[in-house]
Nanobody, 115 residues
């Protein structure tokens, strides 16, 4: 069974940085379309960043140039480096592994950007 565990969230001041990690067990991340999503209170869950094949990446317009998604196949881990954080980045961040009709989610990690 595929399991995803996120970590790295927390409280940070505006302009600060955080790095989220998503450790995957049960299968190699190399065969999955990996992504980070976020959900703020009262809002839908939105895509933040996606990566596939270690080369192709895609970002939401709101985070382009500030966030970077990457993966380490040896560690079976996907990362989200978040720089120049803004209060509007506050949300629960979820990791997703997708392949065809199979989608797996982590439990989420809270990111709060506030002074």
């Amino acid at each position: 069974q595929v399991q995803l565990v996120e970590s790295g969230g927390g409280l940070v001041q505006p302009g600060g940085s955080l790095r989220l990690s998503c450790v995957v067990s049960g299968s190699s991340i190399s065969i999955y379309f990996m992504g980070w999503y976020r959900q703020a209170p009262g809002k839908p869950r939105d895509m933040v960043a996606e990566i596939i094949s270690g080369k192709w990446t895609n970002y939401a317009d709101s985070v382009q140039g500030r966030f970077t998604i990457s993966r380490d196949i040896a560690k079976n881990t996907v990362y989200l480096q978040m720089n120049s954080l803004k209060p509007e980045d506050t949300a629960i961040y979820y990791c997703k592994a997708g392949r065809g009709q199979d989608n797996y989610w982590g439990q989420g990690t809270q990111v709060t950007v506030s002074s």
